[in-house]
């Protein structure tokens, strides 16, 4: 398909060491993708569901040691332990390859060896870029074709250069024991074994979009960042954009694809979607900050998906969609999850494959990082920009994490170097998106903690060098907490489509609408300024989501620095200035 000698080299490379029966190139057509489902079908490895109701729908259920991101087991591999810094795992890329290489030496004996030439972005467009992943999982082909832009033409259009990213996914045994995700960000190499999870396959994902480029972004003066995209039109006002970073599985495809409530729908607002994970924002030549999503679908959590809280998610899904650990249910050949509705089957199949029953169960029937992979097209409010290769300009940036305490529902950055300050001191409990206890408080900067391909200090330089290079065209920046909880332990913010309320009122901000009031966090909304009309949001609730309690900031502050500390010399001195700053406003308030 190629005389691109790079790609021709790195293909015999990697074959002459897992060892394939045979290679084929995936062309991106339907005909290659409906036999590999065939395929995919008659091995077992995908089921296919009801054709009627689900049409092009498949389900996929994984080992049950692996059905989540591994972060213990995600590599940076930089030649010194300094450029991967002190939140990323390192190790030396000579001892990498080895060690990986050697896990999936032979392990495509008797297999066929898929290769996946793929664009993020619109391909050919100049911020588009060119993958190739190799893998022997007909499963991740599927996705990435999903997920991804995938076909002959990305070939001709890398014509021969060799500026790609070179991918190899080896299944093996799915051993938990050897899984590793190593990123070689000089030499742009992703090598992926033991796992055919998501985020640890699906190469263009997180491993690409957001570590490799992460590291492409720092060199070339843009950013890669954990971010989804919306457009809002307001009655008479043009549309606007903004992105916004929430750590996984906090709410991004969610706000993403928001339907305002009634009361606003009448007065004219609507939501588009642009992306609901990734963002690759550039400064345009009219020196305003643009943002692409490069990915072509969604692989969004399934649990919590409903008609009511997310109809343009569970559209999404009702064709040519892999399902990845949800129940089937066998009287209808269909899909189930936790919060699709309260009509949980009773003739059923639970994520593992064992027989189980919604009615009388305790156990959940779905993995709670179970996933759908879902085409963008499908997308009732996907954006009519999506396509476009320039992108959206961006009115605001806005960060948020889990937070049942502290946290108000929204407050404004001084400046940009306090909007790096917010985003660098991010922290959010840990979620089933990732192995590990969930519930945790952890620290997550710019929601980018797992997904940042260089040392996190010099990611916050980076962040503070765009602002200036932005200077006036700089977007405000935000933080926004939906989770904050009463003493019951319950959401005291109803979230999903009423947070179109907070987005309003962030909007008025860039557009000097409205008056703010000023606190030693930042800027924050005088109560009126919240609109609650027909929310049936209590006044009281709105008071105590919009609290500022001086103790447990102080307390915060603390915690930011003993994060703080772990970067040293790398920690820029505008985020040390920010910090003394907050703590000093704390004190003096
Ligand atoms: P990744 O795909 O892992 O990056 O996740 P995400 O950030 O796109 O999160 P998603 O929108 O899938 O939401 C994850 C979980 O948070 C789901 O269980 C949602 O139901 C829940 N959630 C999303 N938005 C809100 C909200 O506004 N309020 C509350 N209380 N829960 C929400
Ligand atoms: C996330 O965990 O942030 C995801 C899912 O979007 S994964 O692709 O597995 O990273
Ligand atoms: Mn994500």
Not at 118 to 126: A, L, N
Not at 380 to 388: I, R
């Amino acid at each position: 398909m190629t005389k691109n000698s790079s790609v021709l080299k790195f293909i015999e490379e990697m074959k002459s060491i897992v060892n394939p029966k045979d290679v084929v190139w995936i062309d991106g057509s339907e005909k290659q993708l409906e036999a590999l489902r065939k395929t995919a079908c008659e091995k077992n490895e995908i089921i296919k569901l009801n054709q009627e109701k689900l049409p092009g729908c498949y389900l996929r259920r994984t080992n049950p040691n692996d059905v989540a991101r591994t972060e213990s087991r995600t590599i940076i591999c930089t030649p010194t332990k300094e450029e991967a810094g002190p939140t990323n795992n390192w190790w030396e890329p000579k001892y990498a390859y080895e060690k990986v290489l050697g896990i999936a030496k032979n392990s495509y004996e008797n297999k066929t060896m898929y290769v996946i030439p793929y664009s993020m972005g619109i391909p050919g467009s100049t911020f588009a870029k060119i993958g190739i992943e190799l893998t022997d999982s007909i499963y991740t082909v599927l996705n990435m074709a999903i997920m991804t832009r995938v076909g002959k033409n990305i070939l001709d259009i890398l014509g021969d250069s060799d500026d790609w990213v070179r991918g190899l996914h080896a299944t093996c045994d799915v051993d938990e024991e050897k899984r590793y995700v190593c990123h070689f960000p000089q030499d742009k190499t992703i090598i992926s074994v033991n796992s055919e999870y998501g985020g640890n396959v699906l190469l263009g994902k997180k491993c690409f979009a957001l570590r490799i480029a992460s590291y492409m972004g720092k060199k070339e003066n843009w950013l890669a960042e954990h971010m989804l995209i919306l457009g809002i039109k307001r009655p008479g006002c043009e549309t606007k954009y903004v992105c916004a970073a929430f750590p996984s599985a906090c709410g991004k495809t969610n706000f993403a694809m928001l339907i305002p409530p009634e009361i606003y729908r009448k007065k004219g607002y609507k939501v588009w979607c642009v992306g609901d994970d990734i963002s690759w924002l550039r400064i345009g030549k009219d020196g305003r900050l643009w943002a692409i999503n490069p990915e072509n679908g969604f692989f969004g959590v399934a649990p919590g998906t409903s008609m009511k809280s997310n109809p343009n998610a569970l559209i999404s899904t009702q064709k040519n969609t892999i399902f990845t650990n949800v129940v089937q249910n066998l009287d209808d050949n269909t899909v189930w999850w936790e919060g699709l509705d309260k009509n949980p089957p009773e003739n059923a199949l639970d994520w593992k494959g064992n027989p189980w029953n919604g009615k009388t169960s305790s156990e959940k029937g779905a993995h709670p990082n179970s996933r759908f992979t879902a085409p963008t097209k499908n997308c009732p409010c996907l954006s009519p920009e999506f396509d476009n290769p320039e992108g959206v300009p961006i009115s605001a940036i806005i960060f948020g994490g889990r937070r049942a305490h502290t946290m108000p529902l929204v407050y404004e950055a001084l400046s940009w170097s306090h909007g790096v300050f917010i985003g660098s001191s991010l922290s959010s409990e840990s979620t089933a998106a990732s192995t590990g206890k969930t519930g945790v408080l952890k620290h997550n900067p710019m929601a980018m903690m797992p997904f940042c391909g260089y040392n996190m200090g010099d990611y916050f330089s980076h962040w503070i060098k765009m602002g200036k290079m932005l200077g006036k065209n700089a977007p405000k920046i935000f933080n926004v907490n939906w989770f904050k909880t009463n003493e019951k332990g319950d959401f005291i913010w109803p979230g999903y489509g009423e947070n179109i309320r907070v987005l309003d009122w962030i909007l008025d901000r860039c557009e000097n609408k409205t008056k703010a009031k000023s606190t030693p966090i930042g800027y924050m909304p005088h109560e009126r300024d919240i609109n609650l009309e027909e929310s049936g949001i209590k006044k009281e609730d709105l008071s105590k989501l919009l609290e500022v309690d001086t103790s447990a900031w102080l307390n915060e502050t603390e915690k930011i620095k003993e994060f703080y500390s772990i970067f040293k010399e790398k920690l820029p001195r505008e985020l040390q200035d920010e910090l003394k700053s907050l703590i000093f406003r704390l004190k003096n308030n």
